[in-house]
């Protein structure tokens, strides 16, 4: 297979403009100079950090380990090929769960997992970021949730979502900047059961485009979100902050894996260490923003300890890598004699947050909601075997009614445990580099919260008469708290402006730093973080305390 | 059981606008890859035909799927998804040391060649390494319920899904970029989408 | 062959207006050139959309043949009988009205009932209204030709009568259009304009006809807006190539994106409002 997207496309003072086929964007560029800041990963939290400080007059250079793709051409309407949209270098996965890895929580681009999320874009519940103090659990956020609301709206208008006039949930918010999408057949579904249980629901906040917006064409409904949109109306990063980012002046480096941060003998990062085309460079920098989502990031950490932080940098809490979170994805299915014909249209169009909001009648913390489901050919296959241990005839016999099959899918709130982790393997990678461990077991709370939840989707399936339902159990999705942001050193690896308390030009802005998930998926938070770092950033070099 | 898409096949597609060149490229790539070229030597690639007919069988009304050129050439090329668990080794030698364990397996309830069991003997087998209920000694290094549960079950069922002809057989839309879809309520479809015939 | 059919009751039309004619005959020419315009408007606009609705009901036809019925009559420039040319009138006011309901029960049967989602993207509640126009215009068209004969109806009147189906139907229009375009979010600034000058047109016409009294703006504004709904197709045409594979994907595209045929009907009612400036003028001589 001629694979000529793989090569090394930001050089020579352009980069590719991910809008148009063939098509470029000027880039300056910074050689091996001092810049103000190197940021490692361009995903959900580096990417808005690179376009903001860059507007803000900063130098930035912005690596990623990833390719920089131009979607309209490079990008396959199939499941198979897509994946080399994720991050496919060597992990091992141990525990009492091991957790899959892969699509559902990596991403190896420029623009990170952003290329080809589900793009649901939901708000923290506000107690959710008071967790500890008002509900009982997990730990509290050091950000007021207002604070929060505004840059919600921020990174909103910056994604145009699409999303209902009004929201059923929560206090009262701006209307979207788009209409909601039409609703698909799998989605009425979840409409439907909602109704028939008395809950609300909702068109789900989604970044894709009902409008064209600038160069990006509105959704086609094509279906193949989850593996990359080919028609530029998802709202990735890709599409979004970098383009911005470059025309401010920052710099991005595609495939540029950065393996260590470099410290002075005053314990401040003077640089990284990072290999691209084919050897190791050292790019210097007056402060170092790490954003590589909850297993790089601790992982990078990690692999750059000195005499003086022997257990990892900015680890003088411990907590780097611990208490990793993933999202509880279980699922129900069931069988339907309308055609849904599921793999039509955003995978989620519909929601309903109902759990997020109500505390009452659990017998577990968190929260979690749940939308409706597409499931690609190789996706369902893959769930049918492993969900309900079918193959041979029975799995074909089952992958041809595929057609009639609804299903409904949780993001669950799992609780942090420190116990679940990150750490360095004796193994090392291509590059040399010790690859990452990531070890998962479920505790009771999440096993409660599951048992809660599939019985309440298939309760929903029933109720709009859907038949030989049953439920998913095994898989699990984003992940979250590996350099927890927290109220002091101790207990904490990051202040409330994601700078780390050890080393204070050093900053960490991604999935890692949520002390908790929510019941929400991620990408939206991430980003509203990202951008109040940023405005942190350039209060603080105002003020000179940087 | 019946198909229902009998008439349906996705490769009609393929000079409309609901495939795209990259689409084209990808896929005329893997209908065209074959399992001699892929080396991973005669006898583990009879286990492997065997292994794969039995977990992945073909669509009765479609062409089959190349699925065991596509599986063979993934196990030699070690193209993995780079996460596994800590008792197994990296695709390649998992796949390579899970075959001679199958074929190990087979001799020793058996006394022949894991391609040369009727499918009942086969599948019994299957079960076997799929409850962790083995005989073989290979199994010792290997755990059985692992190799089965993120090895043999994702690599087959993602490679056979993987083809055009099982995306016909479920009257799956195929590719669809640039052309995607405008229909879709409950019962609704495009013309461009599969039409589904009653059973019998 | 096609040009030329539908090429030869325009010509017509622009004849009539030109020839010397009595008052009533000229403002009759406008009601039906206006109708010919909404029943085009009105074919095209349903035939895409119960296409794309795949005529799953037998009577999603019905506005079809209504519509081509009323472009026959209107376009054929009076070469019918006024009988058949009543019952092709009161067939669209009546498929119309059939339609107003059939659309409002089968959005109120939809998950949610009448909730926002529903009146966007489900069968739009106000669409059919424009067939009740058309027919409406049609037969004022033939009561304006029967009152050349024997003065049947007073021309004030008729006149009154006509300005406040056009103003309500303008009002009409300009809220279907108003609804699609905040479905779009009105992403181009254009999208205003079907929100902002029709409904001005509308007010304008509606004042005349209260008073009784052209007043100097209406005829511009009507004229802007008979340029806009053309404009609008232009627009829409361009709408289109942008989506996803342009003109090329024109099979998504002509159903996925805006809607060519439907800005027209803005053009077909500010001409109809012209024929009721005219017999609102001509109330006192003539």
Known sequence: MAEDDADIRCAGGRAPDPLVPGGWLEMREYGEEPVDFVIVGTGAGGAPLAARLAEAGFSVVAMDAGPFWRPLEDFASDESHQSKLFWTDDRIVDGDDPIVLGSNNSGKSVGGSTVHFAMVSLRFRPDHFRSRSLLGYGADWPIDWREMWDYYREVERVLHISGPVSYPWGPKRPRYPLRAHPLNAAADYLARGAEALGIDWAETPIATLSAPIGKAHPCVYRGFCVTGCSTNAKQSALVTWIPRALRAGAEVRDRAMVGRIETGPNGLATGVHYHRGGQWRFQRARAVIVAGYAIETPRLLLASATADQPDGLANSSGLVGRNLMIQLNQAAWGQVDDEVRSYKGPPSLAVSEHWNYRDEGKDYHGGWSYMSQGPLPVTWAKTLAGGRGLWGRELLDEMERANHSVGLKMVGEALPNAANRVTLADETDQYGLRIPRVTHSYSDNERAMMRHATRFMEDSLKATGARETWREMGDTCHLGGTARMGFDRTTSVVDADCRSWDVPNLWICDGSVFPTVGGVNPSLTIQAIACRTADRIVAMSRQGAL | ?200 | MRGRSLALPLVRILLRIARPASREARAATFFTGGAAVLAGSVLADSATEHYRGSFRNPAMVLPLLSASASLIINGGGGSFSRKTADVVHVAAGAVGLGGLGFHAWNVGRQTGGYRLGNLLYKAPLGAPGALVLTGLLGAIAGALRESRAGAVVPRLVTGRAAGAVVAFGLAGTVAEAGLLHFRGAFHNPAMWLPVSIPPLTALSLARDVARAIPSPATPYLLAMTATLGLAGAAFHAWGVSRNMGGWRNWRQNLLAGPPIPAPPSFTGLAIAGFGALLLLKGRTHG
């Not at chain 2, 992945?56 to 780079?82: C, S």
């Not at chain 2, 190990?104 to 009942?120: C, K, T, V």
């Not at chain 2, 005989?135 to 290094?141: C, K, L, Y």
């Not at chain 2, 405008?182 to 059973?199: C, F, Q, S």
Request: hydrophobic residues 40%; charged residues 30%.
């Open chain 2, 1 to 200: 059981m019946a198909d229902r898409y009998a008439h349906y096949d996705v490769l009609d597609k393929r000079d409309t606008p609901s495939w795209n060149d990259k689409t084209r490229q990808v896929i005329d790539a893997r209908m065209s890859l074959r399992e001699a070229d892929a080396g991973i030597g005669e006898a583990r690639l009879a286990t492997l035909r065997r292994l794969v007919s039995r977990i992945a069988p073909q669509p009765e009304r479609h062409a089959p799927a190349n699925t065991v050129a596509l599986l063979a050439h993934k196990i030699v090329k070690d193209e993995g998804e780079g996460f596994r668990p800590a008792t197994l080794p990296r695709l390649r030698e998992c796949w390579l040391r899970g075959l001679d364990a199958i074929e190990a397996e087979a001799q020793a309830r058996h006394g022949r060649a894991f391609a040369g069991l009727d499918a009942e003997r086969a599948d019994a087998l299957l079960r076997g390494i799929e409850a962790g209920e083995t005989q073989a000694s290979d199994w010792i290094a290997l755990p059985a319920r692992d190799f089965w549960n993120w090895r043999v079950i994702p690599d087959i069922v993602s490679m056979h899904w993987s083809h055009p002809s099982l995306w016909s057989a479920m009257g799956f839309g195929g590719p669809a970029s640039p052309r995607g879809y405008v229909r879709l309520d409950v019962n609704r479809r495009d013309p461009w989408e599969a039409e589904e015939h009653g059973d019998g």
